[in-house]
C-alpha cells in the first residue's frame, strides 16, 4: 500500500515557494488547504468521460482525511473556486505523522466525481467513476495489499460512490462549508 503524505510544498509541478499551505486539525479529521502558486506543469486528467484542468497556476487543493474513515478527500477547485474534480483516496487509515501532516495508506482504488454547483452554494454530485482497478490488481498480485485490504477497498469504493451520488458524502459538506467560512 501508498503511504500518501497531503503536502504539496515542494511539488515539482509548482516554482518551488510560490504556493500557499494551510492544514488545520478539525473535530473530525484533518484538513489542509493548498493554492498553487507559479505552475510549471499544468494538469489535464480525464474525469467521468470528460477532459479536466485539475492543477494551474492559482488552482486549489483542499484535501480532508476524516478520522477512522477507510477514504480522504481531495477537491481540485479553479482560481473562481468551482470544483472541477472531487477526488476520493479509499484507504486502510489515516493519521498525522511525527512532522504533523495528515497521511492516508492508500488502498489504491479512488473514487472521482463531477458536480455542479447550485443556487446557494449546494455541490450537487452528477457523475462518479471507480478508477485504477488495475493497480489495485497489481498491489494484490505484488504483495503489497492482501486480498481482504482489497475487498475492504471495494466495499468502501462503493459505499462511497453510493453515498456522492445521493449526496449523503459528509466529507464534500466539510470542505464546502469550510470553503464558506474557513476555520482559521
Not at 489515516?94 to 489504491?108: E, K
Not at 504483495?143 to 456522492?164: I, M, N, S, Y
Request: with cysteine; net charge negative.
Amino acid at each position: 500500500m501508498k503511504h500518501k503524505r497531503a503536502d504539496y510544498r515542494n511539488w515539482h509541478r509548482v516554482e518551488p515557494g510560490t504556493g500557499e499551505q494551510t492544514r488545520l486539525e478539525l473535530p473530525g479529521g484533518w484538513l489542509v488547504d493548498y493554492r498553487a502558486g507559479q505552475v510549471l506543469k499544468p494538469l489535464h486528467v480525464p474525469v467521468c468521460g470528460q477532459q479536466r484542468t485539475i492543477l494551474d497556476t492559482g488552482y486549489r487543493w483542499v484535501h480532508y482525511a476524516p478520522r477512522d474513515w477507510q477514504h480522504a478527500l481531495t477537491v481540485h477547485l479553479d482560481p473562481a473556486g468551482v470544483p472541477q474534480q472531487l477526488y476520493v483516496d479509499i484507504c486502510a487509515g489515516s493519521g498525522v505523522d511525527a512532522d504533523g501532516w495528515p497521511y492516508t495508506d492508500d488502498l489504491y482504488l479512488d473514487v472521482i466525481a463531477l458536480c455542479e454547483v447550485q443556487p446557494g452554494g449546494q455541490w450537487h454530485v452528477t457523475e462518479t467513476e471507480i478508477i485504477d482497478i488495475h493497480e489495485l490488481e497489481d498491489a494484490v498480485r505484488g504483495g503489497e495489499v492482501t486480498p481482504a485490504q482489497a475487498d475492504l477497498a471495494w466495499a468502501e469504493a462503493r459505499a462511497v460512490q453510493a453515498a456522492l451520488l445521493a449526496q449523503t458524502f459528509g466529507p464534500v459538506e466539510v470542505v464546502r462549508g469550510y470553503l464558506t467560512d474557513p476555520y482559521t
